[in-house]
């Protein structure tokens, strides 16, 4: 079956970055990472969700963690160099990110936030982050994705 690229997609491409798409069975509500990952046939440990935050300096910040993991939002705080951070609302996730929930890739946002991955990405050969919409995930090796998100590695979950 063919995939229907997305942006996401096109600006892997475009970097000259290698990538395997991979498609899921979904409604119109979102699915869960974990729920991803067993779909996928993938460790939930290699399936990354992106979570966006706001901190006490008003700054928007991006955080993408295993699917069975949970932030901790005092270490993401440190990593960001804020006093503390805190999820935006689910309503405000389009209006910062320009993606719809569930389907929040940290590759091609609307601006560039200061982006931040578990260290633990490191592990794999190759992760996987959502394709830009509800569906879609792209495969890519752990340190493409930091640099297309001019990110860096940090110790983030519980």
């Given at each position: 079956?063919?995939?229907?690229?997305?942006?996401?997609?096109?600006?892997?491409?475009?970097?000259?970055?290698?990538?395997?798409?991979?498609?899921?069975?979904?409604?119109?509500?979102?699915?869960?990472?974990?729920?991803?990952?067993?779909?996928?046939?993938?460790?939930?440990?290699?399936?990354?969700?992106?979570?966006?935050?706001?901190g006490a300096s008003g700054?928007?910040?991006?955080?993408?963690?295993?699917?069975?993991?949970?932030?901790?939002?005092?270490?993401?705080?440190?990593?960001?160099?804020?006093?503390?951070?805190?999820?935006?609302?689910?309503?405000?996730?389009?209006?910062?990110?320009?993606?719809?929930?569930?389907?929040?890739?940290?590759?091609g946002m609307k601006k560039?936030?200061?982006?931040?991955v578990e260290e633990s990405?490191?592990?794999?050969?190759?992760?996987?982050?959502?394709?830009?919409?509800?569906?879609?995930?792209?495969?890519?090796?752990?340190?493409?994705?930091?640099?297309?998100?001019?990110?860096?590695?940090?110790?983030?979950?519980?």
């Amino acid at each position: 079956m063919a995939e229907e690229k997305t942006n996401v997609m096109r600006m892997l491409e475009q970097a000259g970055v290698a990538y395997t798409p991979h498609g899921y069975p979904h409604g119109k509500e979102p699915v869960d990472g974990v729920t991803v990952a067993g779909i996928l046939g993938r460790d939930p440990q290699q399936v990354f969700k992106t979570l966006v935050t706001r901190g006490a300096s008003g700054g928007y910040c991006v955080f993408v963690i295993p699917a069975d993991a949970t932030l901790d939002l005092k270490k993401a705080a440190r990593a960001a160099g804020e006093k503390n951070v805190e999820m935006i609302h689910v309503t405000d996730i389009n209006k910062v990110t320009g993606y719809i929930r569930g389907g929040c890739s940290p590759i091609g946002m609307k601006k560039p936030y200061p982006t931040f991955v578990e260290e633990s990405a490191q592990l794999w050969d190759t992760v996987l982050v959502s394709a830009g919409r509800i569906g879609a995930q792209v495969e890519l090796c752990a340190d493409d994705l930091l640099l297309l998100c001019g990110g860096q590695y940090a110790d983030l979950t519980v």
